[in-house]
């Protein structure tokens, strides 16, 4: 049974109810701005002030509420650190005279301002092209960005236009982890402590790279010795639902096999390290199975609460759905009965169990309010 911890007003009282019961002559009754009186409150605000730093220690010292760098102490006693934000890099082309060179450190903005530096030199070929490999000067999830992003040279050479664009997608950009996302990764850890190569260890292994949010792993997926990991970066790449941006495949260290790009090969390098030396691991993006979820008679039918019921459904599907598993129209149903302020609806579609395929996982698709 919790503790409870009593209020500032029931200690103010109690000490009071002491000095005036304790038998001293003429202390039945205190004045106001009596000295004891004010002895009592102040005696009282102390205890108050060390029943909430007792509150403050009951919390840090157990890994299901600590906070801070209590959070972090719990977690670094089984290897599980906080992931810091990381900057994303990519390319960039630029046109201008051949045989031109862009240095090393040269400095480019994206349209919207955000900066980046190039990371080696680059020269222009025979038709003046030239690409130039850059990373962001600053962290976080914004620094990503889609192929054919503008982007410019601050102080380009003589012979080079300063506007450009992206060359493909700008990855690997990740804001730093959340209290809430590190004690879920470290409370697994605690519950399922590595074994060797488990499921479980590559699904931790896959998650601890900054953006990957879910994954799920198929033994033999590829054959015997290798190992499938299916991977989600639902936040960093919210804007596709959620999908890894690059191809599968394995790690650059492996030779058995293709070499993933982008968001793949980022997980396929961390977990190269970790993994059993004769596991051949793929990592590779589930395709994606869009659900069509129809409401009829939702009340009230807003823009606002249809909005809210679509981010419930979406928030569903992000927990819910398994890769080859399978979704259940009462799913649908308490997702939506969920959001809060809906009164009364009715679910049209889907009417039966969406079961995904091998390598498939469910996500929101299109959403109808009748």
Known sequence: ?????????????????DITTSGVPGLDGLLRNAVLRVLAWCIAGLT????????????????????DEFLRGWAALIGIYQLDAVAASGTAQFTGSPGITVHTGSTLTRIDGTPYVSTADASSDASGTVVVPFTASITGAITNCDAGTPISLDLPPSG??????????????????????????????????PHGGSASDYIGWATSVPGCTRAWVIAEGQGPGTVVVYVMFDVVNASIGGLPIGTNGAS???YRANTATGDQLLVADAIWPVQPVTALVYVVAPVPLPVAVTLKDLSPNTADMQAAVLSSLTDMFSHTAQVGGTIYPSDIYEAVLLTPGVQHFEVITPTAPIVA??????????????
Request: proline share 7%; no cysteine; glycine share 10%.
């Open 1 to 17: 049974m919790p503790y409870a911890r009593p209020t500032l007003t029931a200690l103010r009282n109690t000490a009071l109810q």
């Open 48 to 67: 108050y002030s060390l029943y909430g730093f007792l509150d403050w220690i009951s919390r840090e010292a157990v890994p299901f509420t600590a906070t």
């Open 357 to 370: 395929g091998p390598g498939q996982l469910q996500i929101m698709g299109a959403f109808t309010s009748q």
């Open 252 to 254: 650059s260290h492996e």
């Open 160 to 193: 080079i236009n300063a506007s450009g664009v992206t060359v493909g997608p700008t990855l690997g950009g990740a804001d730093q982890e959340t209290e809430d996302a590190l004690r879920t990764r470290m409370l697994k850890g605690y519950a399922d402590p």
